[in-house]
């Protein structure tokens, strides 16, 4: 990346890069820290075709969100028996269709859903979401998805009795998951869930693990993630053999870990302000990108940033997208970002770690402003 | 609407749908109201094609947040003269590309962009934004945007001394503003300013009352608007004569007024689920519209919602969009829908009075959805 950005100095911004050896390193590191796990990538976190070409070359498989992202991938070439429809709400339509294509593997959490497959996906392989209470994590993922464990026993039964394969469990412990517990904690309620469906002649072999692996730590992030990769898949590891039967295999949905530290977002600053904001002195620095056109999980996530100043002192810096909205504004009371004081119009702001989220985030056309140009290297 | 809606009843959804005579409906109202204040549209709000079209043979002024928005209006035929740049940070870029396509009227809040207005838009009109409280608004608009009092004095005597016309003050009350009282307050704060201009020789010759006009009580809003557009125009038009000096134009800057009513989005119920959340019996209906494909605004805004179901009873209903984002969710928490417990799979829901904001949030293709269609009637 460093050497695209030297290379072009004066480049319109704002713009997106990603780094396909960064995506590789990442998902290799994956790979390794967690062997025993098949890998179906999270095109939600960054679907750009560059991506998804070169995972599908390293025998990635994948997650789709939609019928969309299916469409994008078999284009791709990938074999829909490599993909898994990771909705558990899908339209009847887009079910059918998957089914169609050659997909035959399926999430959900309700007899509705189960209904719908078993008419129009029939004899499909199917993972029922166990909900979890996304402690530990940046974002908890709960609520909307997922079912209690009384409720995943019967489902399951539900979905044998409909000729169903009543094949996984699936769970998401909650994004940028600091705590490999988490896995452990979650594991355990699924072999109880398992024994019980055992003892019924229904035989699950599949736990589906989900993503959240935290792959670097946030500026600003108070909590550590506890150990590194290797730390997680081995607490991960110990848990699947200690408490699942035999025969279960393990596959994961890494997303973020994959794709994150792989992308930037390059800003200019368009105008450097001082001036009173509800009486207080503030500095205010107005860039080209926003929450609008890029930078929209600032909200969540402290980009680490990177300016081409290297003198001044660093102060606390209010950052405001381009848009004429007031809450396009990053970094404001909630979080605190210094940068330096001697920052001025024509600087460069390096968004890093930036590559999960930023593209797919971004709208249509708010203010009239468009979506951010996208590089690869 | 209604012919539209009940002519293509199995049109595939999400859709969003807006009506030209209801545009030019909101137009007229608000020109009658405020007769005194001529109308630049804020097209942030909908810039859609035919919206701007109507707008146009109307005689609408245009208020453009970016030079994107800039270019489609004079691609759609509208003078250069009757476009306002009303972004306050522009970049030189832009400012440069607008003043050579003919647009001479400018917004800014600093001494370091009326530099580069009196560099690349010389002796162009400008107007400097003066910071409001925002109270009263759903939305206000404050922080980012606007200076206080002493600065606008300083910065008008300033943009003189450039050679550009020190034309106007602006400010926005903020959002969907519930108090007239609120333009009356700000108006004598104006007031003030022009006075202190005056004694130095110089002579601003407009005030820009901004938008914020509350064109409908959204559905759940506990605070009434007081009175209707009449009753805010007559107290506006009695702080004007009363307070500013003779001479002074009066210019306002609509959005949502004019566009928030003119418009729907039809949403189909994919799945209705009763499921213990956080251990609370919850009804969960998912849609094929949410957060990041038209309904952004659902975390402020409670759109008065139809349903197809006249039997059931209304009970407290959370709505998810078909994204796996747990944050796809709307009226979760924070805020409380009643729709009926009838409600079922292949039911739609029509989100009224979402012409404002619904499209230009759409995101590109978070979780590989695309922006929904859009018709025009």
Redesign the interface.
Known sequence: MHHFLEANPRLETPFFLIDLDLIEQQYRLLREALPFAACYFA??SN?STAVIQRLNQLGSRFE??????IR?CLALGVPPRDIHF??T???DSHILEAYRLGVHSYAFD?S??LEKIAQLAPGSNVSCRLATDGKGAV???????G??PD?VVELMKYAHSLGLRAYGISFHTGSQQRSAGAWRRTIEICADIIQRLNQQQVYPRLINLGGGFPSYQYAGDEMQPQGDIFEYGKVIKTAVDELLPQGIDCVMEPGRFITAAAGLVKA?V????D????GVPTR?V?L?AGR?NGLYESVDVEYPIITNRTDGTAIRTVL?G????????MY?RDRAVFLPDTLT?GDSLIFTNAGAYS?????????????MQEYVV
Request: net charge negative; with cysteine.
């Open positions: 095109m939600k679907s789709a969100a939609s019928i969309y992202e994008r990771g909705n709400i899908k339209k309700s509705q859903e974002w908890g993922l709960c609520r909307k998805f079912r209690d409720d200019t368009i105008l450097v302000l001036k009173a904001t509800d205010w107005y080209d609008f405001a381009p848009t004429c909205d007031s809450d396009d504004v404001d119009q593209k797919s985030y971004m709208t249509v056309d708010f203010n009239g402003f468009p979506p």
